[in-house]
């Protein structure tokens, strides 16, 4: 996986898309959005990605680094976390 990263980073991403398209859609069908079941594929899909980033270690790249000391610089995150989790 990490040559095709290296080779075509923007294939790759659509790799991905493709993965999560195969886990959502047939659980979306037959079991709902809001179903267990759904969570489970969907946090096994961020699990890869995130085992992925880990292994090639392109935390630094994708900013899944340490805070930093200054947390004025970083209180957009308290945006973000309302629009993910608004919908919940």
């Known amino acids: 996986m990490k040559k095709s990263y290296e080779k075509n980073e923007l ?23 809001e179903s267990i079941t759904m969570l489970i594929g969907l946090a096994a899909v961020a699990a890869g990605i995130f085992a992925f ?18 947390a004025k610089n970083e209180l957009y995150l308290i945006l973000m976390l309302i ?5 919940l």
């Open 11 to 33: 294939l790759f991403a659509l790799l991905w898309i493709a993965i999560y398209c195969v886990v959502s859609i047939p659980i979306r069908g037959t079991l709902g959005d």
């Open 53 to 70: 980033i880990k292994v090639c270690h392109l935390e630094k790249r994708y900013g899944l680094t340490k805070w930093h000391s200054n």
């Open 83 to 87: 629009l993910t989790t608004g919908n």
